[in-house]
């Protein structure tokens, strides 16, 4: 791989890698593991640049970090555990009525990112490439290679079980 290419797939993929490990700690349950993973799938996209021909890259990285987190996890079962994805700020001093505010709203983000962490493999992933990442159904599709009307089922029961487990009706939350 020569000067040019690289240079082509540090400007082209290298901007994904936010989204890339966003995915794979959804997946993967561990920072760790995370960071491990997107590593592997980032060398792959590497090794398989020449591969790729100029369509969707933020949707052609995850597919590659979704297959190497699936490969993670048939290897690597029993280390994995529920971490919390985002790390709180720091806590400034606020008015004591404003306090609970935050305080409320991590509680609420911490158990929602339970619910999703508890969700089978195939729903939490839709769910976070949907709802998290911002893929249209067509990219979700891609990345997981399954049909639009597989993801748009998918997502309905996620967000189903989702509001169940929240005690929202599910017509509210869809």
């Known amino acids: 791989m020569g000067q040019q290419d690289v240079e082509r797939f540090e400007r082209i993929v290298l901007p994904h890698l936010d989204d890339a490990y966003t995915l794979a700690r959804y997946l993967l349950r561990d920072e760790h593991d995370a960071q491990d993973a997107v590593q592997d799938a980032v060398l792959r996209a590497l090794r398989y640049f ?9 949707a052609w990285l995850l597919t590659i970090v979704r297959n ?62 949907r709802e998290v990442e911002e893929l249209s159904y067509k990219e979700i599709s891609e990345v997981i290679g399954a049909p639009i009307g597989t993801v748009m089922s998918r997502l ?13 009706d599910a017509k509210a939350a869809g």
């Open 68 to 129: 190497c987190c699936l490969t993670w996890q048939r290897r690597d079962r029993a280390r994995r555990a529920i971490i919390p994805l985002m790390e709180g700020a720091g806590m400034e001093a606020v008015e004591p009525r404003e306090a609970d505010a935050p305080a409320i709203e991590r509680s609420d983000r911490a158990a929602l990112e339970r619910l999703v962490a508890a969700l089978p493999t195939e729903f939490r992933e839709v769910i976070v490439l």
């Open 50 to 58: 020449d591969g790729y021909r100029d369509g969707d890259a933020r």
């Open 156 to 168: 309905a029961r996620a967000r189903k079980r989702l509001a169940a487990a929240l005690g929202i």
